[in-house]
């Protein structure tokens, strides 16, 4: 058996508990059971750095199990371990009572990746108000607008984010007792989360600013984010100041790439 091939057996059975009996006995059949827990105990505590919120909502005991079973059931297949955990959500929606004791914390995980996401995102020259000052008003029908690549948008199912802010704020290294959460209520609304100097930042969508991001997101241009503002707010009047007040915020938020 070769070097390579030596390596490639012993990763595996760090791993994925592979035999490797023939590799290693006794004492060192003992020091391979230690690189085994380091190795779990290692993406579980990169888990926790991911999805630091959802870990203080559920409490080290309960996130140490779900980390365990989500790496049982989803092994880390990314060379750096900042990825591990892309998952998560998805599989925390199809786990049993025991290991998600409440739906809402599957929103938790969405807010913390998509937040984690923002973070790690490119960057991109941000798109100059003096740009669209400048444009004639037959430019404006065809004006596409682009997103940074930072802003990510999530679909959450619950109205975590009073729960997930009073989280936030809490440091577990106090001492103090968690604190009273507020219900996270069923709501599925979109949740809007991205970078802007060098802060991650997020807000609630109300449905037309969601429909228009939408918009924006799939490349429509201007006169058919109006369309849309009107059918959604039943008002073909009120659809252009709409448009251009959300245009307002974009550009103050830093929301907005230059081509």
Known sequence: MSVIQQQQRLAAAIRDGADAVDLLA??????LEVYRHAYRARLV????????VLARALGDEAFEALGQAYLAARPSQHPSIRWFGHELAAFMAAADDELVPHASLVDFARMDWALRGAFDAAEALPLDPVTLAALGPDDWAGLVLHLQPSAQRVVLSHAIEPAWRVLREWDPESGDDQPELPEPV??????????????TRWRSLEPLEAV??????????FALLCERAATELGDTEAAAPAVIGALQRWLADGLLRAT
């Open 212 to 221: 228009l991001l939408q918009a924006v997101a799939d490349g429509a241009p």
């Open 186 to 199: 069923p709501h599925e609304h979109v949740l809007l989360t991205w970078r802007q100097d060098g802060e």
């Open 26 to 31: 006794g004492d060192h059949a003992l020091g």
């Open 45 to 52: 505590a990169a888990l926790t750095d991911n999805y630091t």
